[in-house]
């Protein structure tokens, strides 16, 4: 142990080794805790902000549709952002490696504590309107760059997701006008997925998934919209709209087949 001393002593005397100050071991301490607490803001800003964009666009629950609403929810989910929340969640990983605690367990319970952190963080942003006020901010004053992204990723629905208020029903599904002022007939079929028991009126908000084309949409499926809450996953097939007249009969779509 002298030895190993006597020679550490040497070393510095000689100049081979240089001596850091407390204050130096203390400062690279703190920078790199306040570097893992930006980055595992970041994580859980993107991630949050990509349940925000899905939830807007209705691409959220399209996935339920069967294979055509999942190949949808793939074309059509913002793979730029989702890229960006992958680096900075790799990054917070990395950074959560470096620390003791983490040394002596397996690298995967690393990563799934990251994980669990980032998406019950996103969860809990999501109860929250700090999106929604940061978009409205950012589109009142047309901040550079904030406005832009916000518009692009959560305030475009890609074509065959369309969001609408009932005007009229008819007898093969209703007719809508959208957010974009466009009148759009909606067919429903025995096929259209959509949640059990759903009854459409005059003034009901919906979102419709489907092909559109000149005008008119086959409805691959139907979902009343909050505008509030996550939606939940549509369920079964099934559902029923209000019939125009004195009594206001509901008529299974089911019914209208037969007729």
């Known amino acids: 142990m002298n030895d190993f001393k006597n020679n550490i002593l040497e070393r510095i005397k000689t100049g081979e080794l240089d001596m850091k100050p407390h204050w130096h071991f203390v400062l690279k301490t703190v920078l790199f805790v306040l570097g893992t607490i930006i980055v595992a ?7 949050s902000f990509l349940f925000f964009s899905l939830h807007q666009t209705g691409v959220w629950f399209t996935p339920s549709f069967g294979f055509v609403g999942l190949s949808y929810f793939v074309m059509s989910s913002p793979w730029i952002l989702i890229s960006f929340t992958l680096v900075f ?20 319970f690393s990563m799934i504590g990251v994980t669990v952190f980032a998406l019950l963080g996103s969860l809990l942003i ?3 309107p700090m999106h929604r006020n940061i978009q409205n901010f950012a589109e009142r004053h047309n901040l550079p760059g904030v406005a832009p992204v916000y518009r692009s990723l959560a305030g475009e629905r890609p074509k065959g997701l369309v969001l609408g208020t009932v005007i009229e029903v008819t007898d ?13 007939r909606v067919e429903i079929s025995s096929a259209t997925r959509q ?11 919906v979102f419709v998934f489907g092909k559109l084309e000149n ?8 979902r009343p919209h909050t505008g509030d809450e996550l939606p939940p996953m ?14 206001e009969r509901p008529v299974l779509f089911d019914e209208e087949i037969k007729r």
């Open 234 to 247: 549509p369920g079964r097939k099934g559902g029923q709209f209000m019939e125009k007249g004195a009594n």
């Open 41 to 47: 803001l970041l994580a859980v800003y993107l991630l």
């Open 172 to 184: 093969s599904g209703f007719v809508i006008e959208s957010d974009k002022g466009e009148m759009i």
């Open 195 to 205: 949640k059990p028991g759903s009854v459409y009126e005059v003034g009901d908000t």
């Open 215 to 222: 005008g008119v949409i086959e409805a691959v499926g139907v």
């Open 89 to 108: 969640l790799l990054l917070l990983y990395l950074l959560v490696s470096q620390y003791s605690f983490s040394y002596k367990r397996p690298l995967v």
């Open 126 to 128: 999501q109860q929250t």
